[in-house]
């Protein structure tokens, strides 16, 4: 069974940093490729970063390119997702998943079969 652990949101002013973890057990974690989504109340989920399995590929939402650097360690089959200079409107629900797929298919959610169950970050003004 596929278990995905997210940990390391939380409340920050706006300018502020955080970083998420996200560890995965249960899969052969160095053969899928991670991916980080974000909902907002009221909002559909929306991609934020993916990275292939060999960190060949990845891929940022524009919104957050500059701010964000998604990183994974295949050896702790651990993904990070580090978030900078953030913002009231980055306050959402993160949520990392994993995919078989590769290359742009990485940012489609559909794409993906596991997830966590989330966390929490919320920016404030």
């Known amino acids: ?9 939380g409340l920050v002013h706006a300018g502020g940093s955080l970083r998420l973890t996200c560890a ?6 160095r053969l899928y490729a991670m991916g980080w989504f ?3 109340p ?5 991609f934020v970063a993916g990275i292939a399995w060999n960190n060949g590929d990845i891929y940022y939402v524009d919104s957050m390119k500059g701010r964000i650097t ?8 651990t993904v990070y997702l ?17 995919t078989r797929a590769t290359g742009w298919g990485i940012r489609n959610s559909d794409q993906y079969k596991d997830w966590g169950q989330g966390t929490q970050v919320t920016v404030s003004s």
């Open 82 to 98: 580090q978030m900078n200079s953030l913002k009231p409107e980055d306050t959402a629900v993160y949520y990392c998943a994993a």
């Open 1 to 9: 069974q596929v278990q995905l652990v997210e940990s390391g949101g």
């Open 38 to 40: 974000r909902q907002a």
């Open 24 to 29: 995965a057990a249960g899969l052969t974690f």
């Open 42 to 46: 009221g909002k559909e989920r929306e």
């Open 70 to 77: 998604i990183s994974r360690d295949n050896v702790q089959s």
